[in-house]
């Protein structure tokens, strides 16, 4: 069965500090990985998405996430932290080729101190 | 609409009261999703429908918890003798698999309904 795996359910840094949030996924074949964003009291937004296409895939808000088979991860990273970036950041995996059915991480919450 | 649509976006009930959620999708979209956000725990997949049709059911917790979906468009989410241990954020996606392929296509969420039990 596919699942991921989110490192770390909180994660500081400084306003304009490299932002790094790592996922790593379980899967017996190539999977679709997807980053989303959830901001307070609202629903889910996109981030980026792998398809198998290029491996580095670029985001919304300046995002950008690498597929590294080798290392089964799929981490997010962002050079610079904004304070609007402040939210919780769910990975997910793609588990079936049928349906667009995600399975979540468990998620990632991002702090960003001026 | 423009959006998936949730109602209410907030409840609290009485422990053992029964609650009904509302999810209108996307216009067009024949996939509809439901998921559970409970603190700490991530997104739990509750069921899946395309069209009025349920093959996916396989997370739902209980048989407390039951779906529909009618018109190929709104879903309703019933839970039935409610527990403390509903208490969570109740997600509903849609999704189209027109222009891409399935898997790989972009699920769109609504704001939640918080569920609150006493």
């Known amino acids: 069965a596919q699942s991921v795996t989110q490192l770390g359910s909180h994660v500081s840094v400084s306003e304009g500090a490299l932002v790094l949030l790592r996922c790593n996924y379980s899967s017996s074949v190539p999977p679709y990985l997807f980053w989303y964003v959830q901001y307070p009291n609202q629903g889910l937004q996109l981030l980026l998405k792998?398809?198998?296409?290029?491996?580095l895939v670029k985001g919304i808000n300046g995002f950008e996430a690498e597929f590294k088979k080798s290392e089964t991860s799929f981490h997010l990273t962002k050079p610079s932290a904004h304070m609007s970036d402040a939210a919780e950041y769910f990975c997910a995996v793609s588990r079936s080729y049928n349906t667009d059915k995600l399975i979540f991480g468990t998620g990632t919450r991002l702090q960003v101190f001026p | 609409g423009a959006g998936v649509s949730q109602s209410p976006s907030n409840k609290v009930t009485e422990k053992g009261k029964d609650v009904e959620l509302r999810c209108d999708p996307i216009?067009?979209?024949?996939?509809l999703y439901w998921y559970r956000q409970s603190l700490g725990q991530g997104l739990e997949f509750l069921i899946y429908f395309q069209g009025n049709s349920a093959p996916d059911k396989s997370g739902l917790p209980s048989d407390r918890f039951s779906a529909e979906r009618t018109g190929g468009s709104v879903s309703t989410l019933t839970i039935q003798r409610t527990q403390q241990e509903d208490s969570a954020v109740y997600l509903c996606?849609?999704?189209?698999?027109?222009?891409?392929?399935?898997?790989?296509?972009?699920?769109?969420f609504g704001a939640g309904s918080r569920l609150t039990v006493l």
């Open positions: 216009s067009g979209h024949t996939a």
């Open positions: 996606a849609s999704s189209h698999p027109a222009g891409g392929f399935p898997g790989a296509n972009v699920l769109t």
């Open positions: 792998y398809t198998s296409a290029a491996t």
